[in-house]
């Protein structure tokens, strides 16, 4: 069965320190989105492609969050430098066009970021 | 302002202990509610999509309902792989960005 995958599973690094997540989504998926979820909290979307253009990063902190899908395919956010109060699980999800409106998202199983 | 909110924040359930959780919302122009679980670590899988009050949809042991306000998820003689956290979401009233609660962590004992 298709999965979104990401890396790295686990991330320990110090505050002012740069950090990157990959996503690869499921093929044929057009829209990738990246969630940053707080321990005890849900999930609150930080930025949405589709194909390779940003439709909504509103959320996104663009003085330290970066993030990329340059072909289309997979997709990278980075963080730099990292604070305290990133510690959080970045997920990513993909979904088929259209389907944004079914909730019919598939979530990789996350990268969980620790900053000391 | 576009909100969800869920109820209770955890459950603690015997083995065949049937009961149900909230997800209430506030969103003008409903355009669907969204269930999904969640295991420890991993990340939400997808169960259920509902667009209408009246609506039911059923997964095994999971039944989901939706009103005018507010969406419940019923679990019918739950087993200890039931053990997670439920999540709810909706479509914001003037963007496609999901709104989701904060969940209910529902532990299920043998």
């Known amino acids: 069965e298709a999965e979104v995958a990401q890396s790295p599973r686990y991330k320990i690094t110090e505050k002012s320190q740069a950090v990157a997540f990959w996503c690869d989504p499921i093929?044929?998926?057009?829209?990738l989105y990246w969630y940053r979820q707080i321990l005890g909290q849900g999930p609150e979307l930080l930025v949405q492609?589709?194909?390779?253009?940003?439709?909504?990063d509103s959320q996104l902190p663009k003085d330290r969050f970066s993030a990329e899908r340059l072909k289309g395919v997979d997709s990278t956010l980075k963080i730099q430098p990292a604070e305290l109060g990133d510690s959080a699980m970045y997920l990513c999800?993909?979904?088929?066009?259209?389907?944004?409106?079914?909730?019919?998202?598939?979530f990789g199983e996350g990268s969980r970021l620790t900053v000391l | 302002e576009d909100q969800v909110t869920q109820s209770p924040e955890a459950l603690r359930l015997q083995e065949g202990e049937s009961s149900s959780l909230n997800c209430s919302y506030t969103?003008?122009?409903?355009?669907?509610l969204f269930w999904y679980r969640q295991d420890p670590g991993k990340g939400p899988e997808f169960l259920f999509t509902l667009y209408s009050a009246g609506e039911e949809k059923e997964k095994e042991r999971l039944k989901a309902t939706l009103t005018k306000k507010e969406s419940f998820l019923h679990i019918t003689a739950p087993k200890p792989e039931d053990s997670a956290t439920y999540l709810c979401a909706v479509p914001g009233a003037y963007t496609d960005k999901l709104i989701f609660g904060t969940g209910t962590r529902l532990q299920v004992f043998p």
């Open positions: 999800a993909s979904s088929l066009p259209g389907t944004a409106n079914t909730g019919e998202l598939f």
């Open positions: 969103v003008s122009g409903l355009r669907g």
């Open positions: 492609f589709q194909d390779e253009s940003v439709v909504d």
């Open positions: 093929s044929g998926h057009a829209t």
